[in-house]
Nanobody
Framework: GQLQASGGGLVQPGGSLRLSCVGS????????IGWFRQAPGKGREGVSC????????YYADSVKGRFTISIDNANNTVYLQMNSLKPEDTAVYYC???????????????????WGQGTQVTVSS
């Protein structure tokens, strides 16, 4: 299977973007899907994840209340709605999955099997 992330771009502080993670070769609803980001010169950071079946979600403290993760089963797509964007949200965003693990804070520390190619988000005036 493959994941493809898209939807990044340039946005002003306070603006919004919606990232998409499309799966091919497997049904995303059967997998925990995570969003990660990596800013220039920094390590990779776990942002959010959604559980198998979409019943539970997790958010890093840095994005809680501003970002929302959701799944659209009809289109086999996981979205990351990002509101009230800040310059510190600037990064390359990736989606990833691994059926061995569950959506939880620990999910972001595993070496996951499947990764999308990344989409650039730049928040700047």
């Amino acid at each position: 299977g493959q994941l493809q992330a898209s939807g990044g771009g340039l946005v002003q502080p306070g603006g919004s973007l919606r990232l998409s993670c499309v799966g091919s070769g497997f049904t995303l609803d059967y997998y925990p899907i995570g969003w990660f980001r990596q800013a220039p010169g920094k390590g990779r950071e776990g942002v959010s994840c959604i559980s198998r079946g979409g019943g539970s979600t997790y958010y890093a403290d840095s994005v809680k209340g501003r970002f929302t993760i959701s799944i659209d089963n009809a289109n086999n797509t996981v979205y990351l709605q990002m509101n009230s964007l800040k310059p510190e949200d600037t990064a390359v965003y990736y989606c990833a999955t691994d059926e061995r693990y569950s959506c939880a804070p620990s999910y972001f520390h595993y070496d996951l099997d499947y990764w999308g190619q990344g989409t650039q988000v730049t928040v700047s005036s």
